[in-house]
């Protein structure tokens, strides 16, 4: 098996345990991002994490957490498989000699890189499970407003295929997505390089056991994350953003009106979720990618 097939295999079976630790609490930062802004004298939807829980599973019960798992499910494949190959080939392209160790600011490349490549997959795969997850939270924002209720992953294809200007319409938010996927990905494969020489006292890490890959994973996936937060808060609010009378112009407009009516705090709606998931499902994603790409040989 080649280098290309082991990394989409790899990336493939990490994808997936990523997906399946990570789905709730990306769920719950949805819906925490994309509640309306309460009128003045008005409590939100939601207190907080905990309350958006309790709220979600008393209304639709515990599969209310995995609301929106079809579409990342279906592309995980993809997406992982592109992020890992793209990142593989460029370690390859940037390695001074077969199976040299490449230096922390290589892997900032490579991760960058990757970046790029997946952005085009992430952005209508998030789209849709966007308005899978907020749709309860859209149906209750206000007088007037007109929910649509989606009866899953390929309903909302076909809605915004059909009323959103066709295929260019999957790809709304591709700019904060960009934003997000580029730099958060550097930094995300950076600190993961730097925790394994760190933890193998070198440039060796080919003998860490599976609790150091798990910290290093989990803590690179909190980098991520600590890194472009407020771009993914533009994107979410974006991407459920009513098509015939959007709030946002755009990445810029949708940053301003949330600074202005919210403060640096809006731009933050749902990171204590977003974090809560980026420790277990990046270090379950990293190991099992490891473990995986290990035993191909």
């Known amino acids: 098996m080649g280098d290309v097939a082991k990394d989409l295999t790899a990336g493939t079976v ?42 979600t599973i ?29 990142r593989g080939q460029m ?31 992430a952005c209508p795969t998030e789209l849709i499970k966007c308005r899978l997850q907020a749709q309860s939270v859209v149906a209750t924002s206000g007088p007037g407003t007109v929910a649509i209720k989606y009866g899953g992953p390929m309903d909302v294809a076909r809605h915004v295929l059909r009323s959103e200007g066709g295929a ?10 960009l934003a997000r ?10 600190v993961y390089q730097a925790l394994k020489q760190y933890l193998a006292g070198g440039e060796d890490t080919s003998n860490l056991g599976r609790g150091s890959l798990i910290l290093a994973g989990g803590l690179a996936g909190a980098s991520f994350w600590g ?51 980026s420790v277990p499902a990046n270090a379950a994603c990293f190991l099992a990618y490891e473990v995986t790409r290990s035993s191909l040989g």
């Open 227 to 277: 890194f472009v937060y407020p771009t993914d808060v533009v994107k979410s609010v974006l991407q459920v953003d009513d098509y015939k009378n959007p709030k946002f112009s755009g990445s810029i407009d949708a940053f301003r009106k949330i600074l202005r009516s919210e403060g640096v705090k809006g731009l933050y709606k749902g990171f204590g979720p977003a974090m809560g998931r």
């Open 168 to 177: 260019r319409g999957l790809f709304k938010g591709l700019v904060p997505t």
């Open 181 to 190: 996927e580029v730099p958060g990905n550097a930094a995300m494969f950076g």
């Open 58 to 86: 008393a209304a639709e019960g515990p599969k209310g957490l995995y609301k929106g798992m079809g579409a990342p499910l279906a592309t995980v494949a993809a997406f992982n498989a592109v992020l890992f190959t793209v």
């Open 14 to 55: 990490g994808g997936a345990a990523q997906l399946i630790v990570g789905h709730p609490f990306d769920t719950i930062k949805v819906k925490l991002q994309s509640q309306p802004t309460p009128l003045p004298g008005q409590a939100p939807k939601y207190a907080g994490a905990f309350d958006a829980v309790k709220q």
């Open 91 to 121: 370690e390859a392209y940037l390695r001074t000699a077969p199976g040299a160790p490449l230096t922390v600011s290589q892997q900032v490349i490579c991760g960058a890189g990757a970046g790029v490549a997946v952005s085009f997959l």
